[in-house]
């Protein structure tokens, strides 16, 4: 008989994290399943609406499109590694202050997604038609989401 798991060994949120996983198991189950990370979010299971936008080596990626041995010797980010403590990330801010969510299901993978093009330097205009252009939310219409990276650009810059 095959041995179906492998030992895994990644900095999750900034802690050095080894793990024995299935080896078909998806790095979004076991990130709440078995890290108790609910923050990442799976809506549609085929990366389209990126919910489940965590990031891996500081990219954005679509955890329910890649299998938890992948991460061995990444480090991974989830949502719940923005706040420091009780205080919000500015983005988060933003987003709270310009009413970008509503449901918040998406919220997760919005906030990976556009700390990463912060991250990187990208523009507002960027980060609004291209980074937000790869997620889909079903309440906001989007206007107070492009409020909250208009504000954080602004706020980075002054």
Not at 33 to 40: A, E, F, S
Not at 63 to 92: H, I, K, N, P, R
Not at 135 to 144: A, D, L, N, Q
Request: charged share 20%; proline share 2%; aromatic share 4%.
């Amino acid at each position: 008989m095959t041995d179906h798991t492998r030992s895994v060994t990644f900095t999750l949120n900034g802690v050095e994290c080894t793990r024995t996983v299935p080896v078909r198991e998806l790095l979004s189950d076991f990130l709440r399943h078995d890290r108790g990370l609910t923050g990442t979010h799976v809506g549609c299971e085929q990366g389209v609406c990126g919910a489940c936008t965590i990031l891996v080596d500081g990219t954005p990626i679509r955890s329910c499109l890649m299998l938890a041995v992948q991460v061995d010797g990444s480090s991974v980010e989830t949502v719940e590694s923005l706040a420091e403590g009780d205080e919000l990330s500015s983005f988060q801010t933003s987003m709270k202050e310009n009413h970008g969510l509503q449901c918040g299901f998406c919220t997760p993978g919005i906030l990976m997604s556009v700390t990463a093009a912060q991250r990187q330097g990208r523009s507002a205009e960027e980060t609004e038609s291209e980074v937000l252009g790869g997620h889909i939310c079903r309440c906001t219409g989007y206007s107070g989401i492009r409020a909250a990276i208009r504000q954080t650009w602004m706020e980075a810059h002054e």
